[in-house]
């Protein structure tokens, strides 16, 4: 007889951590299962520095948004760590729906300010300006790694059971209320895990794990190439003034203009790394256990091209780049489902991160039946 448990939560990145703390903290028997070590580099959820980019229209995204904040706030609490800076984000480019974003947020109480690209040019000299800047001051900087380090803590605090190293490599479903894990653990031992629900959140690996046991959309992953740039300013106290100084930031693209640009870019100031900036869900297509972890050449060199354009406050010669994967569906919304005893939570990459509590209670609420606070149903399985 294998490990018995309610729930086996199976991948420990940001969503299967809010996902077993979300189910611990509600005095559910679970074990969260994670394939590398602590801090690994192989999926979507390391570094230290992701936005909370409140800049959606979009009715679900912006009710994940109002609930997210105060649950950030609370896992900071709860886990007695600092994990968001409310350092604001600004949005500048040709992006018609800046006037929709900003009634959006005023309905959740959210802030929303237009200014002039010469006034934000003067309030942050490290990024020239593309046209009217819609500023978001209840924005920020989220420490990823420390994020996925206090949710599992927080979760282990309330019963819960993390494994490192141990790779689920078979899931077999029994009935509506019975699902068998086989899995490997770090010294190459398998053991079957017996639960009443499987939450899958493998991020690249998804389709991998759950083929021929459930239908889902088109996944696409890819290696992302983002790089960190050096400050210009190089004095002693640059990097503490740059943390609370430096927003994040996107530009949207001029499609009549796009010249060296592959998309969109975003950024933020990762304090004692520099300014992230990077393309957004254009790298190479990867097999998530054979990426190179290198950049591509001619993505890296326009993407310098734009910190030399756009950021002065950046060198765009001193750099070290950064390697992460996406998972995406085609139309960007994730994957939030149940079918039977499994519950699947996927698609997040771009842009799910400032959402991870917020998923994690929807990931709990379907594993256990509860009934969902807003209307998920543009996260189904099934999608044209």
Same mark, same amino acid.
């Given at each position: 007889m294998g490990t018995q448990v309610e729930t086996v939560v199976i991948g420990g990145g940001a969503m299967g951590s809010a996902t077993a703390w979300q189910l611990a903290r509600r005095g559910r028997s679970v074990a969260l299962l994670e394939r590398f070590t602590p801090g690994h580099l192989n999926g979507a959820s390391h570094g230290a520095s992701r936005n909370f980019n409140t800049s959606y229209s979009d009715p679900t995204y912006v009710a994940m948004l109002a609930e997210a904040l105060p649950l950030w706030r609370e896992l900071e609490a709860e886990s007695d760590s600092h994990l968001l800076d409310q350092v604001g984000i600004v949005n500048h480019g040709r992006n018609p729906a800046f006037d929709d974003v900003a009634l959006a947020l005023a309905g959740i109480g959210f802030g929303a300010e237009f200014l002039t690209p010469e006034a934000a040019g003067e309030r942050w000299p490290g990024i020239r300006f593309d046209g009217r800047v819609l500023y978001t001051p209840d924005a920020g900087r989220l420490n990823a790694d420390a994020a996925v380090e206090a949710m599992q803590a927080a979760a282990r605090s309330h019963g819960a059971e993390v494994r490192h190293g141990t790779r689920a490599i078979r899931i077999d479903v029994i009935d509506d209320d019975r699902v068998e894990v086989t899995v490997?653990?770090?010294?190459?031992?398998? &053991?079957?895990?017996? %639960?009443?629900?499987?939450? *899958?959140?493998?991020?690249a690996w998804t389709t991998t794990l759950? &083929?021929?046991?459930? %239908?889902?959309?088109?996944? *696409?992953?890819?290696q992302e190439q983002p790089a960190h740039f050096a400050l210009r300013d190089q004095s002693a106290d640059a990097d503490t003034r740059a943390a609370t100084q430096w927003p994040g930031f996107n530009h949207a693209i001029d499609p009549a203009a796009r010249d060296y640009w592959y998309s969109a870019v975003y950024g933020m100031y990762t304090p004692g790394q520099g300014v992230k900036a990077g393309w957004h869900g254009v790298g190479p297509?990867?097999?998530?256990?054979?990426?190179?972890?290198?950049?591509e050449p001619a993505q890296l060199v326009a993407l310098q091209r734009y910190v030399r354009d756009w950021l002065p406050g950046a060198d765009p010669e001193a750099l070290e780049p950064v390697s992460c994967t996406y998972t995406t569906t085609a139309d960007e919304n994730f994957v939030l489902d149940r079918v039977g005893p499994v519950i699947v939570g996927a698609g997040f990459s771009g842009h799910g991160f400032k959402f991870t509590p917020t998923v994690g209670r929807i990931l709990a609420d379907l594993a256990t039946g509860a009934p969902q606070q807003f209307d998920i149903g543009q996260f189904v399985l099934a999608r044209p």
């Open positions: 490997t653990g770090p010294d190459g031992e398998t &053991e079957t895990i017996i %639960a009443n629900r499987a939450v *899958v959140t493998v991020g759950l &083929e021929g046991l459930v %239908a889902l959309p088109r996944l *696409v992953v890819t297509v990867t097999d998530p256990d054979a990426r190179t972890f290198l950049p």
